[in-house]
């Protein structure tokens, strides 16, 4: 190898290096209670600005699809009993209204629609989501309300005004609390019946549940269509192989 071939391999070993560190330090800070979000223009765009964006994203959305998975789990643990507590009742009418549905009952529930409304979101499809919606992070929704996701709001003088449109957009508390009004959006909304349909069906046939089988029912997310429906697949083709290299560290540094 010449030398200037191991200057160059060198280099890159060296920039790897960089950026795992770089990824631990702000998936450290993800960590944090109640974040906000930082201003990403800092960061160049590219590497560096993608790998900071995803290592803060994606510790909040494992945060809030593992609560999701924990009331999911409960509800298949308990659905068959025949004798309930008080407690165990109350936290049924909890979940169930959270999520607009009615459960007079234990044994009025529809089972089958709960459970498709309480479930998880592919980490991928959120974290192309937020990226197709803020901007990586830097659109002015993100940095001042910590809305990734393009969340409207329609009471007067609510969140955050788009400048030169009556449109306003929702401003959350920290961009944990936007994750799970994100997550809640699809599972709840009456526009993504299509979307909890198809994933009910994946989880009912033994079928992976991915970004790539549901992107086609999120027709109803943005007025763009089935514009919005490729840039989303054209984000997720591109980004997957860093999303699951960063997913794959943060867990290793867990273990």
């Known amino acids: 190898m010449s030398q200037s071939s191991s200057a160059r391999v060198f280099a890159a070993m060296l920039f790897a290096a960089a950026l795992c560190l770089f990824a631990g330090v702000e998936q450290s800070r993800a960590s944090e209670a109640g974040m906000q979000m930082p201003d990403l223009r800092e960061h160049q765009a590219g590497p560096e600005r993608k790998i900071a964006f995803f290592s803060l994203m994606i510790p909040l959305i494992e945060q809030q699809n593992a609560e999701i998975a924990q009331e999911r789990q409960w509800l298949q643990n308990v659905r068959h009993q025949r004798r309930w507590s008080v407690r165990e009742r109350h936290r049924l009418s909890t979940i169930c209204e959270r999520y607009g549905l009615s459960c007079p009952a234990p044994a009025a529930v529809n089972w089958s629609q709960l459970l498709a409304h309480v479930d998880t979101v592919p980490m991928q499809l959120v974290l192309i989501q937020a990226v197709e919606e803020s901007g990586w992070g830097t659109s002015r929704f993100a940095r001042e309300g910590n809305n990734l996701f393009g969340i409207r709001c329609f009471a ?87 999303i699951e290299r960063l997913r794959n560290d943060s867990t290793d540094s867990l273990s």
């Open 156 to 242: 007067n003088a609510c969140g955050m005004a788009q400048r030169g449109s009556g449109r306003r957009y929702q401003a959350f508390e920290s961009v944990g609390e936007a994750v799970r009004a994100y997550l809640d959006n699809l599972n709840t909304h009456r526009g993504y019946e299509q979307f909890r349909q198809k994933r009910a069906e994946l989880r009912r046939t033994h079928r992976s549940v991915t970004a790539l089988a549901l992107i086609p029912e999120l027709n109803n997310y943005s007025i763009r269509g089935e514009a919005y429906l490729a840039a989303l697949q054209s984000l997720l083709q591109t980004n997957a192989p860093l």
